[in-house]
């Protein structure tokens, strides 16, 4: 099994400012099969990347991921204050497929 | 647009089998294009991949093998329905269920949509 490990575990930033999340994966993973997810409390997680750089649909540019093997990173490039949820990193390539315990991220 | 919605008791006693529904409106089960899975999120807590379906061919499964003693996952195609069983529960299978589709071609792979999920608690 994959494991993936998300950092911080909590981010707190302030509107406008940049952040930069990094999930962590015990072996490779093909780019193909990797995904972020943002959640809000009460609602199913949003799929946010794909392909670990493509956006899904009504994205917003600010949003953006990048990545190989086992490094992979959702940046917002400026925060908005619907930004402030919870992310999760996703990988489906190897069976069963797992996510990442979570990010934070909270305001300042 | 394709939607999904789950569905199901929202209590079950410990030891019986919890029996969830999706119901996809908007676009076939069937496609060749996608198969579709059950995730489940404990309170508070992180999401655990539970197993998938492809319902075109012969309807394949695959499923966590954390869950495989306990879990089948089939699909009515004339109801245009997925199901999840998930047999002699506890409580640590208290949890808010979802189903997703996950797109499945050469040009893309991803899950989505998800449905807005049900919350299946484990008490007597």
């Known amino acids: 099994e994959i494991v993936l490990t998300q950092s911080p575990g909590t981010l707190s930033l302030s509107p406008g400012e940049r952040a930069t999340l990094s999930c962590r994966a015990s072996q490779s993973v093909s780019s193909t099969y990797l995904a972020w997810y943002q959640q809000k409390p009460g609602q199913a997680p949003r799929l946010l990347i794909y392909g670990a750089s493509s956006r899904a649909t009504g994205i917003p540019d600010r949003f953006s991921g990048s990545g190989s093997g086992t490094d992979f990173t959702l940046t917002i490039s400026r925060l908005e204050p619907e930004d402030f949820a919870v992310y999760y990193c996703q990988q489906y390539g190897s069976s069963p497929y797992t996510f990442g315990q979570g990010t934070k991220l909270e305001i300042k | 647009q394709v939607q999904l919605q789950e569905s199901g008791p929202g209590l079950v006693k410990p030891s019986q089998t919890l029996s969830l529904t999706c119901t996809v409106s908007?676009?076939?089960?069937?496609?060749?294009?996608?198969?579709w899975s059950w995730i489940r999120q404990p309170a508070g807590r992180g999401l655990e991949w539970i197993g998938r379906i492809h319902t075109s061919g012969y309807g394949s499964t695959n499923y966590n093998p954390s869950l495989q003693s306990r879990v089948t996952i089939s699909a009515d195609t004339s109801k245009n329905q997925l199901s999840l069983k998930l047999s002699s529960v506890t409580a640590a299978d208290t949890a808010v269920y979802y189903c997703?589709?996950?797109?499945?071609?050469?040009?893309?792979?991803?899950?989505?949509?998800w449905g807005q999920g049900t919350l299946v608690t484990v008490s007597s």
């Open positions: 908007g676009g076939s089960i069937t496609s060749s294009s996608y198969y």
């Open positions: 997703a589709r996950v797109v499945d071609t050469p040009m893309e792979t991803k899950f989505d949509p």
